[in-house]
């Protein structure tokens, strides 16, 4: 799936979901933005200022400037978005997708409609694993408790995706993060650089064969060796409302684009970030991209 940030100005086609008056519709726009992140923003802020409450963006696509909508919806040279019509229909759920991963528009039928939180167990191989998903707003939390049960961290690693021929994955990993409550104040005060960017993934290691991890897909991944901590990781993911099931529905399993939201770092700013607070390179790469 798309990993690599344009610096191009490009059309993106954003579609956003929402309420009005108990009916839920879906709304097309037309951007033009560098970065779908940039357009991704634009589009919720008009949404915003056309008094939508509370608009999600469903899905994303990057369009060919050679190619013109039926609809005449293209944005002229002097605007930046231009809005199609609404389509409602009825949505018993209403899973929000994590910020830094939004489904492809080009599906007619959008699986994040019918996505809901959940986790599986797989048994085999050594070490067990957990497969989280859960929507938005649980990331943090359901992370946050996550790593609350570890006694001890031996090493977090920051990973940054991209599919750029001129690069490869670029790690940095710091042994100095040893107490849950250190790693979490770190992630929450570098939340955007961290939770909400689509290219990167968090890791913890801990004693035991032990990884929490919120990947580039923003799923979690709970893996040990250790029968107390699964044990102890269902029971805290049940208390988040989140069950136990036969399988969960990931972005990561259908078409689908990364992004970063405006505000978060680029690669060359996310890595001098990570050395500040004492992170050495682990896996370099032959170039970074320009931000």
Known sequence: ???????????????????????????????????LGQAIEHVLHVARTCGIDEPIARAALPLDLFWVPDDDTWPTPHEETRCGERYYFSLRRRF??????IESCQCTDLATTTMRTGFTHTHCPDPQTLHVVVSRHQVLPVFAC?????????????????????????????EYLHRPGALLDFVVDHDRSLLENGF???????PGNTVIA???????????????????????????????RDEVLSLATVPHHHFRRPGSPGPRP??????????????ESLTLEKD
């Open 146 to 174: 996550l790593i609350e049960m570890l006694p001890l961290i031996d090493s977090v690693t920051v990973d940054h995706m991209s599919n750029c021929r001129r690069h490869r994955e670029r790690s940095c990993q710091t």
């Open 1 to 35: 799936m798309r990993r690599r940030e344009t610096l191009l100005e490009r059309c993106w086609k954003v579609r956003i979901e929402a309420r009005e008056r108990g009916r839920t519709f879906y709304q097309a726009y037309w951007c033009m933005a560098q970065r």
């Open 214 to 244: 919120l990947n580039e897909h923003k799923d979690i991944v709970f893996a040990s060796e250790r029968a107390d901590l699964l044990s102890r990781a269902k029971r805290t993911l049940l208390r988040h409302g989140v069950r136990e």
């Open 270 to 283: 996310l890595w001098a970030m990570l050395r500040r607070q004492g992170f050495e390179p682990w896996l």
């Open 200 to 206: 990167v993934t968090l890791t913890a290691h801990a």
């Open 96 to 101: 929000v997708p994590p910020w830094g991963i």
